[in-house]
T-cell receptor, first 113, second 111 residues
Framework: NAGVTQTPKFRVLKTGQSMTLLCAQD?????MYWYRQDPGMGLRLIHY???????AKGEVPDGYNVSRLKKQNFLLGLESAAPSQTSVYFC????????????FGSGTRLTVV | TQLLEQSPQFLSIQEGENLTVYCNSS?????LQWYRQEPGEGPVLLVT?????EVKKLKRLTFQFGDARKDSSLHITAAQPGDTGLYLC???????????FGQGTTLQVKP
């Protein structure tokens, strides 16, 4: 099925460890986004990309890095995980234009102990 | 500071009742979207409203965009247990492509 695929679905990290979350979309969307979702906080934008080879900071970028080497993939990296990064991470993609909604992946639940 | 304030945050009602969820801001948005999210899944787009005063209907759900494009509402008629979930409003500022989300409204419809 067409859509956004996130891997892994669950992960437990120790403080200080690093990891990369993978996001792939097969809809030829220009824009891709990484959000984190925490109770009572809604979805907060970490980083986003408006096209292959471009990335930009969102609302809460500290402690994260991203790369978009191919149009269909958007990677989110944690170089040195902290307990404050325990969250559910969602990747989304969209076409350019205000009338288009986001297509979200099913999320990655990350726990940092 | 939350740019989009949703109310109520939690709502528990009986099947067949009507309800309204509000999404308010002091900022103007070029468009506003509503999503529904079920546990363990990502949000799914319900509707996009673009024009001030616009009203869209999706079966028993009615969405309205405020005349000044600063607020929106979601009204559900005769709620069903299948309507249970987290409802999120999200506003688009200018043509940045970035959505700003409200905190969400958790709806529970009891049979």
């Amino acid at each position: 099925n067409a859509g956004v695929t996130q891997t892994p679905k669950f992960r437990v990290l120790k403080t200080g460890q690093s990891m990369t979350l993978l996001c792939a979309q097969d809809m030829n969307h220009e824009y891709m986004y990484w959000y984190r979702q925490d109770p009572g906080m809604g979805l907060r934008l970490i980083h986003y990309s408006v096209g292959e080879g471009t990335t930009a900071k969102g609302e809460v970028p500290d402690g994260y890095n991203v790369s978009r080497l191919k149009k269909q993939n958007f990677l989110l990296g944690l170089e040195s995980a902290a307990p404050s990064q325990t969250s559910v991470y969602f990747c989304a993609s969209s076409y350019l234009g205000q009338g288009y909604g986001y297509t979200f992946g099913s999320g990655t639940r990350l726990t940092v102990v | 500071t939350q740019l989009l304030e949703q109310s109520p945050q939690f709502l528990s009602i009986q099947e067949g009742e009507n309800l309204t969820v509000y999404c308010n801001s002091s900022s103007v948005f070029s468009s506003l979207q509503w999503y529904r999210q079920e546990p363990g899944e990502g949000p799914v787009l319900l509707v996009t409203v673009v024009t001030g005063g616009e009203v869209k209907k999706l079966k028993r759900l009615t969405f309205q965009f405020g005349d000044a494009r600063k607020d929106s509402s979601l009204h559900i008629t005769a709620a069903q247990p299948g309507d249970t979930g987290l409802y999120l409003c999200a506003g688009l500022r200018g043509n940045t492509g970035k959505l700003i989300f409200g905190q969400g409204t958790t709806l529970q419809v009891k049979p």
